[in-house]
C-alpha cells in the first residue's frame, strides 16, 4: 500500500503562506488520486482539496478556492498544497490521502481515500 509523510507545517501569522508537500514511500502513488483534509481540535475531518489521478482535475473546498492550489509530481512521489492569504480560520492538522482505488474519479469525502499520513500541523495567528 501507499504509505505517505506531511511536511511543511508552521506557525504563520494572517496572510503568510505556507507550502505543505506529501511523500510516499512503499510504492508510487501514480495512478491514485491524491487528497488533502483537515481537522481542528473538536470538529470532523473536513475536505480541503483534490487532484485526479492523471492531474487533469482539481476540486477545492469553497473556503479554500482561489487561495490554495495543489499540484502532483508522479516521477518524484511527491503532491503539494500551496496555501495563501492564510487565515485563522485555516489552522488544523492537514492530511494527505491516497485514493481507495487506481483510475477512479476524484472525490471529496472521508470514505473515497485510503491511505493517510499522520498529518502536519498548520496555525495561523491573527
Known amino acids: 500500500q501507499v504509505q505517505l509523510v506531511e511536511s511543511g507545517g508552521g506557525s504563520v501569522q494572517a496572510g503568510g503562506s505556507l507550502r505543505l508537500s506529501c511523500a510516499a514511500s512503499?510504492?508510487?502513488?501514480?495512478?491514485?488520486?491524491m487528497g488533502w483534509f483537515r481537522q481542528a481540535p473538536g470538529l470532523e475531518r473536513e475536505f480541503v482539496g483534490s487532484i485526479s489521478w492523471s492531474g487533469g482535475s482539481k476540486v477545492y473546498a469553497d473556503s479554500v478556492k482561489g487561495r490554495f492550489t495543489i499540484s502532483r509530481d508522479d516521477a518524484k512521489n511527491t503532491v503539494t498544497l500551496q496555501m495563501n492569504g492564510l487565515t485563522p480560520d485555516d489552522t488544523a492538522v492537514y492530511f494527505c490521502?491516497?485514493?481507495?482505488?487506481?483510475?477512479?474519479?476524484?472525490?471529496?469525502?472521508?470514505?473515497?481515500?485510503?491511505?493517510w499520513g499522520q498529518g502536519t500541523q498548520v496555525t495561523v495567528s491573527s
Open positions: 490521502a491516497a485514493g481507495l482505488a487506481p483510475l477512479r474519479a476524484v472525490g471529496r469525502e472521508v470514505r473515497d481515500f485510503g491511505s
Open positions: 512503499g510504492r508510487t502513488f501514480r495512478g491514485f488520486a
